[in-house]
């Protein structure tokens, strides 16, 4: 046991050593993406998205080079709390970007209080209270949350499609909240209802939906879905195997790339689901396409098409950057310059301009989708609308907004 | 059935009199003061349905889990890795070939392979240690786990069953009669009721296989005491290995069964894992009757939770088997 | 060592083992030579999840009975801290006191083991594994779906600890001292409690319940007094592991976590307490420079791994392996048979793995 632990740390102190030699004309930026368990696909868009816009700036800015080291977590806090420890205590990043779930963001803003001189920026984590209540002075979040990304969804749902009353199916934690909380606001306001008893809200990693399917309501005229990944593809398999025949609206994950592109047999059904979120696969803008391209040039072997995770990591890590930029790569004091300049960054991105608001949250486009059958037979969704500039409080006032309460299984009320 | 009658005549009246009433409740047409009380008929219906097709899934699972700790006194607790790698291997197989069924027979023969192998090569050496064999188990599961993980990667998979077996059916029973007097008629998953189909063959199999064929004789007969049957001449690390084998296969036929219902990712393996531990508990270690009842309490407990209690529902089917312990702790249908 | 030896002044420092006061001497000076990651992260972590390891190893070790939810004990003593303390989240946080808070909270971890073991009580060798792990399956699941009281999925967060005379117990060093304290009481205090009258009748009835039963013993009522001690040990590691983390969630007791306990309590040797905290170095060491060695994504299969390698070849762990090398190498050194220095011949550190359910 000594004397490992002795081995342990004569490479240790070596290790030290030498990141200390390199440290001089070095920025240390860590990237922290779930690379771990399930989520693992996910993270590894979202480093990719790292990538690409570290290309951009060819790993270097106001004359210093940039040196990316990964750390990983398991969407659980715990694990990206210990991922973000060792790449702030150990390896001694001075910029880090991340994370990538919802629960992980709002563990991550509480500890970048506890270390004033190191910047965090978000990943793509779009819990609402990351920002919104207690926000960390440290935690830049170029990306949306999950509320706006919900952003023209009801109303196009009441107006357009003319739905009345909907049910809700969504998966009990704080990102379907924060979603659903985004798409029935507006929804009721102009008069919809969606009863509290027509909500149900199934445990995460439920894989079975045939009950909640026999418990949805027959009198309503459409049921929101709010869930992601694989809970998306099983719900929909069984729920056509079921013989359902209401028409849905989707989540932001709900209908993307990774649900419509998933092997098995192709659900017409879900032509015409609208669903909304922060980017869009068939968006016809030169901006958009050169990053699609880029994308498809750099990572042959990634998605067919980048997932809103590549997206997010790209333009905050581009965020970052274009900050570093600004301060001509100066972190003496301790990042102080650096943090000033992404408070008023004002940039273009693949989707549109991004600023920042007084609590450090994006503002910036909301893309409308639905889904068609595209050129081959497979399903993409079709860019109906873009919502400009939306901010975290919907361009309310922010005491106002807070009346609004904390998102959960309840709210908004809207019988 | 007439012998338990005449033993227990208070408890079979009861039983017949509940099966009565809930097939009345499943064929008849529902009074309203019955919806506003507990729910619409369809909600009922579908939750039972669902909850019995469940039962059969676990029923498969469970049953090799059971079987292999009846003889061996070996809790393998590396069978829901087998269920895992065996929807693995099916998808592959079927994949390629272009037929389910294939991958079906793949899965059982792989993993039984497996089951085999680990018996005579591993557990062997152990015999008598259960707490080290248990302990192999679980270090294997959690390799297994993470390679199967690095492999097949986080996405989902799901299988592509021919035509016949998939879609939805209607079934004889009236969901509700509307207003203007059309009659609506349940709808069901057909792919369910398959798999409740092949859960009650594989149990007539087993049955079968225990009771009326001479090596179900020397498993029953080692169950009851193994020094004994070693002693009367048979080749019992033989018997061990055949058992362990058909118990992993069983897992992995359930794998394919159950990955085709409800998509294959990383995760099931402990869900189902899980779910064996407590359908055993509860119906009693090494008995395959024990099963059967106990994924029947345990797959209705599931879905009833699911359908009327979403929020604690998964909580109850740990609450029955705590109960169950607290009252007979082998189980309702085990010996000690 | 007796205590009463201690104190009457007899003992004299050569009667110690040399290895023990070098290592003493070692974690005593420890973060004075190591920065404040390795005394933190590295140290305090793995002296919490050694304790942890502890209470199940007491349970395994001495009592036969392998219980898995000794990790929710402790979890549910950081909820507790969480509950009826101060946290951040703004969902129940009563603001107690921070002595009554504390004391609660172990009670609280204490209560909860003993409940599991007033269920498993009469269950035998795999059954308390399997009703044990159902038991901590079903905690999770009830603390990830209850929103009123424990904040189901998101936990609570901003869990810290007092600051008394003046000193910032969350930093680095003060916590190790405080995590080394606690782990060096417990694991003096589980010593000298297998030597008591109780601790030999626990592992009395390891071996055999029947004959103790004879002999008058009541064998369910022993067994849980000693998952309320075992609770009592597990539930101060976990106050300790939320004040670590500041943040508590249903992801800290998940199923992972639990088996990462029994696999550290087995690695390092479940039959001494010194065990569980060389595996939880070894753990915490695998996992922090895993990526440095060797992939960082397939850390689940190393440690999966050296887990498997360690029950086929070395069931003991690697303390058991230590004590089969360790004479070899002393051939040299003349045995010196006074203060105890010889092997002793009892279960503990013979070094053979007699199952705990024959």
Redesign the interface.
């Known amino acids: 046991m000594l004397v490992m632990l002795k081995k342990t740390m004569a490479t240790a102190l070596l290790l030290s050593l030498a990141n200390l030699a390199i440290a001089q004309g070095t920025i240390k930026m860590g990237a922290l993406a779930t690379l771990e368990g399930a989520f693992t696909v996910l993270g590894e868009d979202g480093m990719r998205g790292v990538k690409m816009a570290l290309n951009e700036f060819n790993y270097s800015v106001g004359g210093k080079k940039i040196q990316l080291i990964t750390g990983s977590s398991d969407a659980s806090p715990d694990s990206a709390i210990r991922a973000a420890r060792k790449l702030v205590e150990q390896d001694g990043v001075q910029v880090l970007v991340g994370p990538l779930s919802g629960s992980e963001g709002l563990a991550i803003k509480d500890y970048a209080k506890t270390k004033p001189n190191v910047t965090f920026v978000n990943g793509t984590s779009a819990a609402q209270d990351t920002t919104l209540r207690k926000p960390a002075e440290n935690f830049f979040r170029f990306s949306t949350d999950g509320a706006q990304w919900m952003a023209g969804l009801g109303e196009y749902a009441y107006n357009v499609k003319g739905y009345r009353s909907v049910a809700v199916l969504a998966e009990d934690y704080s990102f379907p909240y924060t979603q659903v909380f985004g798409f029935l606001e507006p929804f009721c306001r102009l008069g919809g209802k969606s009863s509290i008893d027509a909500r149900f809200w199934v445990p995460i990693g439920n894989k079975d939906y045939s009950s909640v399917i026999a418990a949805l309501p027959d009198d309503v005229d459409a049921i929101y879905v709010a869930l992601g990944g694989a809970d998306s593809v099983n719900f929909l398999t069984q729920y056509e195997q079921a013989g359902g025949d209401l028409p849905l609206v989707g989540g932001s994950i709900t209908v993307d790339q990774s649900v419509l592109g998933s092997k098995g047999r192709t659900r017409k059904f879900i032509i015409g689901t609208p669903a909304s979120g922060p980017i869009s696969d068939t968006w016809n803008d030169p901006r958009w396409n050169k990053f699609v391209a880029d994308y498809k040039k750099q990572f042959p072997d990634g998605f067919p098409s980048p997932s809103l995770f590549a997206h997010g990591y790209y333009v905050n890590t581009k965020a970052a950057l274009l900050g570093l930029q600004n301060v001509g790569g100066d972190l003496s004091d301790g990042g102080k310059k650096l943090r000033q300049s992404l408070s008023s960054l004002v940039f273009d991105t693949p989707t549109g301009m991004v600023s920042m608001d007084e609590r450090r949250n994006a503002i910036a486009d909301i893309f409308l989708t639905e889904v068609i059958e595209g050129p081959g037979g497979n399903l993409v969704n079709k860019t109906i609308e873009v919502v400009p500039q939306v901010s975290q409080t919907f361009g309310l006032q922010y005491e106002d907004f807070l009346k609004y309460g904390q998102v959960g299984r309840e709210n908004p009320r809207c019988e | 059935m007439l012998r338990f009658i005449e033993r227990h005549t208070f408890w079979a009246i009861i039983i017949v009199l509940a099966a009565a009433i809930l097939l009345l409740l499943i064929f008849s047409v529902w009074p309203e003061w019955l919806i506003s009380a507990i729910g619409r008929k369809k909600t009922f219906v579908i939750t039972l349905l669902n909850g019995i097709t469940l039962a059969g899934l676990y029923f498969l699972v469970a049953s090799g889990f059971t079987l292999v700790f009846g003889l061996m006194r070996n809790v393998n607790l590396a069978h829901g890795s087998m269920y895992l790698l065996g929807a693995y291997i099916g998808y592959e197989v079927s994949e390629r070939s272009g037929s389910w069924f294939l991958g079906l027979t793949a899965a059982f023969f792989a993993i039984a392979l497996s089951g085999f192998l680990l018996q005579t090569l591993v557990f062997r050496r152990m015999e008598k240690e259960e707490l080290r064999q248990t302990l192999v188990t679980i270090g294997i599961s959690i390799i297994a786990a993470d390679l199967m993980l690095a492999i097949w990667t986080g996405t989902t998979y799901q299988f592509t069953p021919p035509d016949w077996l998939w879609g939805s059916s209607v079934l004889p029973i009236i969901s509700v009669i509307k207003a203007s007097g059309t009659v609506i008629y349940l709808k069901y998953p057909i792919y369910r009721l398959t798999v409740l189909a092949v859960a009650v063959l594989v149990g007539i199999a087993l049955w079968l296989f225990l009771n009326r064929t001479k090596i179900g004789m020397m498993i029953r007969a080692g169950v009851n005491d193994r020094d004994m049957l070693s002693a009367s001449g048979v080749n019992i690390q033989l018997v061990f290995a055949i058992v362990f084998a058909i118990g992993a296969g069983l897992a992995g036929f359930a794998g394919v069964i159950g990955g085709t219902a409800l998509s294959i990712a990383p995760g099931e393996d402990i869900r189902y894992l899980l779910a064996s531990l407590i359908v055993v508990i509860v119906g009693g270690l090494g008995s395959v009757a024990g099963v059967a009842i106990g994924s029947l309490l345990i797959g209705l407990a599931e879905q009833f939770g699911l359908a009327y209690f979403p929020t604690y529902g998964v909580v109850l089917t740990f609450l029955i088997m705590v109960v169950v312990l607290a009252i007979r702790p082998q189980g309702i249908m085990g010996e000690r | 060592m007796d205590i009463r030896r201690l104190f009457s002044g007899n003992v004299s420092i050569s009667e110690i083992h040399p290895a023990k006061i070098?290592l003493a001497v070692?974690l005593i000076a420890y973060p004075s030579f190591?920065?404040?990651?390795?005394t933190?992260?590295i140290g305090a972590y793995s002296l919490i999840l050694g304790t942890i390891a502890l209470s199940l190893m007491m349970l395994a070790g001495y009592g036969g009975m392998?219980s898995l939810a000794q990790m929710s004990a402790a979890g549910f003593s950081g909820y507790i801290m969480a509950i009826f303390g101060e946290n951040?989240v703004s969902v129940m946080g009563f603001g107690w006191p921070w002595w009554l808070t504390i004391i609660t909270a172990i009670l609280c971890g204490a209560l909860f083991s003993t409940i599991v073991g007033a269920?498993?009580v009469?269950?035998e060798?795999?059954?308390t594994?399997?009703?044990t792990?159902?038991?901590a399956?079903?905690f999770f699941?009830?603390v990830?779906?209850?929103?009123h009281i424990f904040n189901?999925?998101?936990?609570f967060?901003?869990i810290e600890p007092p600051k008394l005379f003046g000193i910032n117990w969350r930093d680095p060093v003060p916590f190790y001292y405080l995590t080394l304290f606690m782990a060096a009481f417990f694991l003096w205090a589980v010593f000298h409690c297998s030597r008591s009258t109780f601790g030999l009748g626990i592992q009395a009835i390891r071996d055999n319940p029947r004959r103790m039963r004879a002999l008058g013993y009541h064998v369910g009522w022993h067994r849980i007094t000693a998952y309320f001690f075992s609770g009592l040990i597990a539930g101060t590691a976990g106050v300790l592991l939320v004040w670590f983390?500041?943040?508590i969630?249903p992801?800290?007791i998940?199923?992972e976590v639990v088996?990462d306990i029994?696999?550290i309590a087995?690695v390092g040797g479940i039959r001494s307490p010194i065990g569980p905290f060389?595996g939880a170095?070894?753990f915490v060491?695998l996992e922090?420079?895993a990526?440095?060695l060797i992939d960082?994504?397939?850390f689940?299969?190393v440690?999966?791994?050296v887990?498997?390698l360690v029950?086929?070849f070395s069931?003991d762990g690697?303390l058991g392996l230590w004590n089969r090398i360790y004479p070899k190498i002393r051939f040299r050194r003349s045995v010196r048979t006074n203060g105890g220095r010889t092997q002793w011949d009892d279960s503990v550190s013979s070094g053979s793995?007699k199952?705990?359910?024959?």
Request: net charge positive.
């Open positions: 070098i070692f190591t920065s404040d990651f390795f933190f992260q392998v951040s269920i498993s009469r269950t060798g795999i059954y594994i399997m009703i792990l159902a038991i399956v079903a699941y009830f990830r779906q209850n929103y189901g999925f998101t936990g967060a901003g983390n500041g943040r969630s992801g800290s998940g199923v088996i029994l696999v087995v060389l170095i070894v060491l922090n420079f990526i440095d960082r994504e397939r689940n299969t440690i999966g791994l887990f498997l029950v086929l069931p690697l793995f199952t705990v359910n024959q």
